[in-house]
């Protein structure tokens, strides 16, 4: 099979106006980047205000393995199975960060036969939103330690009678902005700011990479360029010595930032190898963030496709849990139901029972049922991995939404694994269980998926959140660990319980809440694989995050900003004799 570089490459494409006014925009709605992308005027919602909306049909997966599930492969290929079978659909994803481009994992337009394209234009530079974000967000950093910095010089009387602006009185100890880059830096995690002559006060700082900062929450979050602009003016940049909060608006800056994010507001419209259309629109990851694309992206698809196919990121506990408690309770629009993407390979890497000391046991390739032999080791951990399917399965029907499981295929996978996984599925409270080929074989390999997922849609969904506003954040975060996670409790430190009062004397108490874990174990703890029973799950730190609309809890060793590890995805990425990208994806 060819490389999804090669694939990409390869593709006939549409021409960029064509595929919009198919979609159902009007030409000057279309703000172009050449020939195979353009951004979104948002004039297309005051024209559409009302048009009957489609169904939102958002993807998820289980607990995350090394050898990747396909949820956006299943997200994209699901949109062209749809259109094919004669659904008008769009796709909703979010903007590849440069971090995991150049780091882990390569590119995020999906692979084989499914993907976004041309890939190398989505996972590089796109429209340059996320270029926007930092330097907006980094302007706001800027502007905290200059305002700092001549607060110090000149004093309150000095100070307001040159600048005419009220004296801020910032803590240095206090400031909660810090900067950001698109970039895995591990080196960034802990900085010294004002060092040298006539450059301080000094303050410890950080870097955190784009998608963590608040402004691509923000970005994610907002409804229109005013509601952007009413939340930049809330971000709380940092404390006075009094204790009280400093915000964007306080500092004079929230405009500033707002006019340079003013076209990033604006989805990127794409397409899929079949010329389906696709909204990629911000970036925030699910581990430190939402982990959703926008709301504005969502808003303009519903009202021009028929189905939406969009997607949060890593398991069940993670972006889907937030794209529940924080996107839907922020937009209003619940999913008509969900897809749930699984692999044999999943299963057993989530088995608990996959050793690295027995490479019979650990090479996840080898078949474990087949017509002749059924080992039962084996068939054990392809039971335990279930289990772990069965949680996710039962926590997205938790909301109320019908979910329907995607096996992606592996051209490893036997024909006897696979019926057992579907007949164990289909005994379980999921909707229905297609096995997609999407990778392979394109709309062509999704077609029952499809299908099915429009079953599925036409029933009445029941969605519900998992706690109502009005409780205390203790309170949402005991509810959150105990029924969202299955853990017996929740631990908070002196410096949370602290917080948590703070904030809600702040007014601040009625916010959802954006769990930063780890997204490769349903707890707090990486090593507990499966369905794990009997932890408690360990909040170090409650951090506000008022222009996004949330209280982020951090729990156990979360970074914001990644290291680059020891084979890093930029080794393999170079330009040819052609000028053409390669190793990409």
């Known amino acids: 099979m060819l490389t999804d570089m090669d694939i990409s490459s390869r593709a006939s494409l549409k021409n960029i106006t064509e595929l919009g006014t198919d979609l159902g925009l009007l030409p000057e709605e279309m703000m172009l980047f050449g020939h195979t992308k353009a951004k979104v005027e948002l004039s297309v919602l005051q024209r559409l205000a009302g048009q009957r909306k489609g169904k939102l049909i958002i993807v998820t997966a289980v607990t995350p393995t090394p050898h990747g599930e396909g949820k956006t492969v299943t997200s994209i290929g699901l949109t062209q199975s749809l259109n094919a079978i004669g659904q008008k659909a769009c796709a909703c994803i979010r903007q590849p960060s440069m971090g995991p481009v150049f780091g882990v994992k390569g590119g995020a337009a999906g692979g084989g036969y499914a993907q976004v394209v041309p890939m190398q234009e989505m996972n590089l530079h796109l429209t340059g939103d996320i270029h926007a974000v930092s330097s907006a967000h980094n302007l706001g950093a800027a502007a905290i330690a200059a305002r700092l910095f001549h607060e110090a010089r000149l004093g309150k009387a000095e100070f307001e009678a040159q600048s005419g602006q009220a004296f801020l009185a910032i803590d240095p100890k206090e400031i909660r902005w810090h900067r950001v880059v698109d970039h895995n830096d591990r080196s960034l995690r802990q900085i010294q700011v004002g060092l040298g002559d006539n450059n301080g006060p000094e303050y410890g700082s950080s870097f955190d990479i784009t998608a963590a900062s608040e402004l691509m929450a923000i970005l994610a979050l907002s409804h229109d360029l005013a509601d952007l602009r009413a939340r930049i003016g809330r971000l709380v940049l940092a404390l006075n010595t009094q204790g009280q909060v400093i915000t964007a608006d306080d500092l004079g800056v929230a405009g500033a930032m707002t006019a340079i994010m003013a076209d990033a507001i604006k989805p990127t419209l794409m397409q899929t190898l079949n010329g389906s259309p696709c909204l990629i629109h911000s970036g925030p990851f699910a581990n430190i963030a939402h982990g959703n694309s926008s709301i504005i992206a969502d808003d303009i698809a519903l009202r021009l496709a028929d189905f939406v196919v ?7 506990d993670m972006g889907f849990e937030k794209f529940c408690n924080i996107k839907v309770r922020q937009s209003g629009q619940a999913p008509a139901a ?5 692999t044999l390979k999943a299963l057993k890497a989530n088995s608990g029972l996959v050793s690295e000391a027995d490479s019979n046991v650990s090479n996840i390739h080898v078949p474990n049922i087949s017509a002749t032999n059924s080992n039962a080791l084996d ?14 399965i039962n926590n997205v029907a938790r909301y109320g939404v019908p979910v329907v499981v995607a096996i992606n295929r592996f051209a490893t996978d036997s024909d006897a694994e696979l019926q057992w996984l579907t007949e164990a599925v289909n005994a379980s409270a999921a909707f229905g269980c297609e096995i997609s080929d999407a990778f392979s074989q394109g709309e062509a390999g999704a077609i029952a998926l499809a299908q099915t997922v429009v079953r599925a849609a036409e029933t009445k969904s029941q969605f519900k959140l998992l706690y109502p506003d009005e409780a205390s954040l203790e309170a949402k975060l005991s509810t959150l660990a105990e029924v969202g996670y299955g853990a017996k409790g ?11 009062q703070q904030l809600t004397a702040l007014g601040y108490g009625h916010l959802p809440l954006c769990m930063a874990k780890t997204p490769l174990s349903i707890s707090h703890d990486p090593s507990l694989k499966g369905v794990p029973k009997d932890f408690v799950v360990p909040v170090r730190e409650l ?5 996004a609309g949330f209280i982020t809890a951090l729990v156990g060793n979360v970074m914001t900003m990644p290291g680059l590890g020891l084979k890093p995805g930029y080794l393999k990425i170079d330009i ?8 990409l994806g």
């Open 310 to 316: 969009t997607e949060g990121g890593f398991g069940s």
């Open 338 to 342: 969900a897809v749930l993407v699984t």
């Open 379 to 392: 068939k054990a951990r392809l039971e335990a991995g279930f289990a772990n399917l069965n949680w996710h």
């Open 490 to 500: 929740v631990s908070l430190s002196i410096e949370a319980k602290q917080q948590a």
């Open 543 to 547: 951090v506000l995050h008022a222009g």
């Open 576 to 583: 040819d004799a052609k000028g053409e990208i390669v190793g």
